[in-house]
């Protein structure tokens, strides 16, 4: 691959195969939880906490690492993580216990939350002279490749999880070799002079740089932006139940199961969301953050409904409703974080967002997998639909209310 066959395609297309590539291994693993639960003999709880402890890793990075970005350019972030995404797939890939395949899925996660960040400050730095300078535009569009690369993952381990031999081996090779080609494409990329200090940072790297600290807005633009972290807070959470327990609990509702059903599930939701930011990326933010709280309301009543219906009707219509209220919700914070932020701060916001939206994650699937083991399944998602419904009624209701998201209709 020659500098000038790259050079040939503009290095946004290949800032964004990096990011698409290098998130895609995060998800893989969801419709195999199935098969390790059967081959290691694990409790829910045990699935849960390999889980959460790969969102720890995601939440790690962002607490310590989270201004790189903007200290040593998101070019080398991008290509030190894509490195360490890799190589924690490969630990994965052959881990024989769980404590093995928990630290290859830590290094996944410190990695994902990284790839994400600087492939957005990438994208934003490359577009900003290419007539997409559209702040909402490039969130969106950094929003939709993020997405659908964590769709891609469980839509490609559910497949050869299903069907192909040695499931547990041969579902990560596809993430490892267009991993390579992202790694190289990144490393021999020469980009454009006004993307030169977004590519190379402030400086070199200080200690200080990796102290744990969160970045706020000023207090003008606070309850804007608390409100707004609600949304990756309970879109990233309804999406964790069926990325981490969808195994255990698609038997009780569907007649069909096994890793290709689960992961088409987990799939389908991340595709759709990322079609439903396309197809709604011009409705103002109050009203697309309002019908994204809706929509995940309604998902997680229809969840607890099918229960006990088993209906492959109401199943279809509630990963239908996930999606979109999935897309909507992570359409709506990703705007309002694009006009809150500042490009000195851009970096420390999307992280404190991306944070937040990882303990939304992680505490709830720790509550589900232990009440699942004492209590059994159905009582554990039934609890968390409970909490999704109830905080999104607030959240949704507020944040259609606050004036700054209803001033963005008339920027």
Request: with cysteine; hydrophobic share 55%.
């Amino acid at each position: 691959m020659s500098k000038s066959s790259l050079w040939t395609i503009p290095p946004a297309w290949w800032v964004g195969f990096a990011l698409v590539v290098g998130v895609m291994g995060a998800a893989l693993i969801s419709p195999l939880y199935a098969l390790y639960r059967e081959a290691w003999q694990l409790r829910a709880s045990d699935v849960s906490a390999i889980y959460v402890l790969y969102m720890t890793g995601g939440l790690c990075s962002l607490l310590f690492l989270g201004h790189l970005s903007d200290r040593v350019g998101f070019k080398r972030v991008l290509l030190v993580f894509l490195a360490l995404s890799l190589l924690g797939t490969l630990v994965s890939m052959l881990a024989w216990d769980k404590s093995s395949l928990i630290v290859g899925r830590f290094m996944v996660g410190v990695s994902s939350s990284l790839i994400t960040i600087s492939g957005t400050l990438g994208l934003t730095a490359l577009l900003s002279r290419d007539g997409l300078s559209s702040p909402q535009r490039v969130a969106m569009l950094a929003s939709f490749l993020n997405v659908f690369g964590f769709g891609l993952g469980p839509l490609i381990g559910g497949v050869l999880g299903q069907w192909s031999p040695q499931p547990l081996l041969t579902a990560y090779i596809p993430t490892l070799i267009l991993g390579l080609v992202g790694m190289a494409a990144i490393y021999r990329l020469e980009l454009p002079g006004h993307a030169h200090r977004a590519a190379h940072g402030q400086g070199v790297l200080r200690w200080q740089d990796c102290m744990p600290r969160l970045t706020w807005p000023a207090r003008a633009e606070s309850v804007a932006f608390m409100l707004t972290c609600g949304f990756p807070f309970l879109a990233f959470g309804v999406f964790g139940l069926y990325a981490s327990m969808a195994p255990l609990f698609l038997k009780q509702m569907v007649s069909w199961h096994g890793p290709f059903v689960s992961g088409t599930a987990i799939a389908v939701i991340l595709l759709a969301s990322a079609a439903i930011q396309m197809l709604v990326s011009r409705m103002r933010v109050h009203r697309c953050g309002r019908l994204g709280m809706l929509a995940l309301v309604v998902s997680n009543a229809l969840l607890i409904a099918n229960l006990h219906a088993s209906s492959t009707l109401i199943f279809v219509a509630g990963v239908a409703l996930t999606a979109i209220g999935h897309g909507m919700s992570m359409l709506a914070g990703m705007s309002m974080v694009s006009r809150i932020a500042g490009p000195d701060n851009r970096a420390g916001l999307l992280s404190t967002y991306q944070l937040i939206g990882l303990i939304g994650s992680m505490l709830p699937m720790m509550a589900v997998g232990w009440i699942a083991d004492h209590w059994g399944i159905d009582w554990a998602v039934t609890l968390f639909a409970l909490m999704v419904m109830v905080l999104g009624t607030v959240l949704g209701w507020a944040f259609a209310r606050h004036p700054r998201m209803r001033a963005m209709a008339q920027e």
